[in-house]
């Protein structure tokens, strides 16, 4: 029934005001349809909040314009009506739709003028088409340098892929660039647009947005699905940025920090931050002593002497590197390693106090369970407040817990007093308790006595590590930052694509961190 299908009869009445009854359609060219078409879905309808079809499909506020309405006080619905198409030129009309695509697709090029919009059957997709035309303007010839002497030489046109406003239909440009010849020397000249760079189909917005998206954890697979480009254009991109593969080669930081990570295709890499700003001065495709002696060599002696400090692990051979090439800088061991290595010997000696009861003892639970609260520094545990251990069927403390464990044997207790002391003068930065913890003799069992000896093989290290507020802290953050990025590639073969992508996330965070000290401010 026609009351049920209100929009259509509604717009059976708009049709006939530019075709009456009796028309003959056989008359009408394809340009009065398109016209048609046109000026309908740009009449503002009062079921749509007098926003006009192509405003409410596209999602994008038209700037009316005013000064083309004949009665200045009429109410806000008159003066929408009275905005029609035949008030407005032709020319008008132009730069009306112009200006909506431009606010659509944030394209500020003066001189690219859009006519149509328009939908394709692209490999089986329905695909946007904006159709546009971009002028040239010459007063003088370029090589001969008369003046007047341009003739119009039609449009070469090029269709570029943009990125799509809705993802399900992608969006494309069409562009017809003016050619002009000049008739004194023959040259012939054609319109350039900055949408899109020389010798290329793909917008800068494409390319910007891939590069912004790889600054975050996602898969080139994903960017390329995202932006509507194929995975080995995305890699083009990254090759064709030599900047995101360039290091530092000139200089060096005051305080590094070097170690290694697993690469691609399963090889170590060795990756120096600078352990002030957190920035990567370098990644070295493997590790190697030619290689990394290869890089340090490229360094003057008075660039390698403003060195203060190094960060590294406990292996010997980065040491020996440190010696080597850095004369005037403190050797810092990671503070995390000597933790680690003491909950490490901790862990075996308290599984094998364990393995002498039975498995069904309570001793042998006491010990099994609950083993986290043995690695909690003291002062983390509750003393106070009671809680039912399902294990050992009692209410107990989380102190009380610990000790029941470290009463089955004495040297496991001794174990747990030197870890205790040790981890309260690497937070204290206390020096002289932790000298004394490492040069006195404990009654400790084998893996405590091998950790010892290390630690004062390495004294000096240790010693630096507890004045010093530099560890390897910040590089292993980076490791862990990579593990992530190679997790979600699944893996890399190309080193080079591996490379930027740490730079591209590193600047990502980088920004997000500047965005953040920004608003913080603003939010207080």
Same mark, same amino acid.
């Given at each position: 029934a026609p009351q049920q299908r209100g929009t259509n009869e509604n717009t059976n009445g708009l049709i006939r005001e530019y075709f009456p009854k009796g028309t003959d359609l056989d008359q009408l060219t394809d340009q009065d349809i398109d016209k048609f078409v046109r000026d309908l879905n740009h009449r503002p309808r009062k079921v749509l909040g007098w926003k006009s079809p192509f405003e409410v499909f596209f999602g994008t506020k038209l700037r009316l314009i005013w000064q083309f309405v004949a009665q200045k006080k009429a109410p806000p619905a008159l003066k929408f009506w009275s905005l029609t198409t035949t008030q407005i030129p032709e020319s008008k009309r132009c730069d009306l739709m112009t200006d909506y695509i431009k606010n659509i697709l944030q394209i500020k090029d003066p001189n690219l003028h859009f006519t149509d919009v328009v939908f394709e059957n692209n490999d089986g997709r329905e695909t946007q088409v904006f159709i546009g035309t971009v002028s040239l303007k010459l007063d003088r010839c370029p090589h001969c340098g008369f003046a007047d002497t341009f003739i119009k030489n039609g449009h070469s ?84 940025? &030599? ?26 890499? *060795? ?16 590790? %190697? ?6 890089? *340090? ?5 008075? $660039? ?34 000597? !933790? ?5 010997? =901790?862990?075996? !000696? ?6 002498? =009861?039975?498995?069904?003892?309570? $001793? ?27 294990? %050992?069927? /009692?209410?107990?403390?989380?102190? $009380? ?15 747990? +007093? ?15 308790? %932790?000298?004394?913890?490492? =040069? ?5 069992? #084998?893996?405590? /006595? ?38 979600? #590639?699944?893996?890399?073969?190309? =080193? ?9 996330? &590193?600047?990502?965070? +980088?920004? $997000? ?5 920004? &608003?913080?401010? #603003?939010?207080?």
């Amino acid at each position: 029934a026609p009351q049920q299908r209100g929009t259509n009869e509604n717009t059976n009445g708009l049709i006939r005001e530019y075709f009456p009854k009796g028309t003959d359609l056989d008359q009408l060219t394809d340009q009065d349809i398109d016209k048609f078409v046109r000026d309908l879905n740009h009449r503002p309808r009062k079921v749509l909040g007098w926003k006009s079809p192509f405003e409410v499909f596209f999602g994008t506020k038209l700037r009316l314009i005013w000064q083309f309405v004949a009665q200045k006080k009429a109410p806000p619905a008159l003066k929408f009506w009275s905005l029609t198409t035949t008030q407005i030129p032709e020319s008008k009309r132009c730069d009306l739709m112009t200006d909506y695509i431009k606010n659509i697709l944030q394209i500020k090029d003066p001189n690219l003028h859009f006519t149509d919009v328009v939908f394709e059957n692209n490999d089986g997709r329905e695909t946007q088409v904006f159709i546009g035309t971009v002028s040239l303007k010459l007063d003088r010839c370029p090589h001969c340098g008369f003046a007047d002497t341009f003739i119009k030489n039609g449009h070469s046109y090029q269709t570029i892929k943009y990125l799509s406003i809705n993802e399900s239909c992608p969006t494309m440009l069409r562009i017809g660039k003016q050619r002009l010849r000049c008739k004194n020397c023959q040259d012939s000249f054609m319109a350039k647009t900055n949408v899109v760079d020389k010798y290329c189909s793909i917008a800068k917005a494409v390319k910007h947005k891939a590069l912004t998206m790889l600054e975050s954890n996602v898969s080139q697979k994903d960017v390329s699905k995202f932006t509507g480009v194929s995975p080995s254009t995305i890699g083009r991109l990254l090759d064709s940025d &030599q900047a995101l593969l360039r290091f530092n080669s000139r200089t060096l930081p005051t305080n590094i920090a070097i170690d290694e990570f697993r690469g691609p295709q399963g090889k170590y890499c *060795f990756i120096i931050v600078d352990n002030d700003t957190s920035q990567i001065y370098q990644i070295l495709p493997d590790r %190697l002593k030619s290689s990394i002696t290869h890089y *340090f060599d490229r360094f003057s002696l008075k $660039e390698r002497k403003r060195v203060k400090s190094v960060s590294t692990d406990l292996n010997s051979y980065y040491q020996g590197l440190v010696r080597r090439y850095f004369p005037n800088a403190k050797l810092v061991v990671d503070r995390f390693h000597i !933790v680690s290595m003491l909950t490490r010997a =901790f862990n075996q !000696v308290r599984v094998a106090v364990m393995k002498q =009861f039975d498995p069904n003892t309570r $001793e042998y639970r006491a010990l099994k369970n609950s083993w986290r609260l043995y690695l909690l520094k003291s002062t983390s545990l509750n003393y106070t407040k009671e809680y039912y251990d399902r294990h %050992l069927r /009692q209410k107990v403390t989380m102190a $009380e817990r610990v000790g029941i464990g470290l009463d089955l044997d004495p040297q496991l207790a001794a174990g747990y +007093e030197l870890l205790q002391g040790a981890m309260t003068a690497l937070e204290e930065h206390d020096v002289d308790q %932790l000298m004394d913890l490492l =040069f006195t003799k404990w009654d400790v069992p #084998a893996p405590f /006595q091998t950790v010892l000896k290390t630690l004062r093989k390495n004294s000096e290290g240790v010693y630096n590590a507890t004045v010093l507020p530099y560890s390897n802290g910040r590089v292993e953050g980076i490791n862990r930052m990579i593990k992530l990025i190679q997790r979600t #590639a699944y893996g890399f073969t190309n =080193f080079g694509h591996f490379i930027a992508r740490i730079r591209l996330h &590193q600047m990502g965070t +980088e920004a $997000e961190k500047r965005r953040r000290q920004v &608003q913080a401010p #603003a939010a207080a």
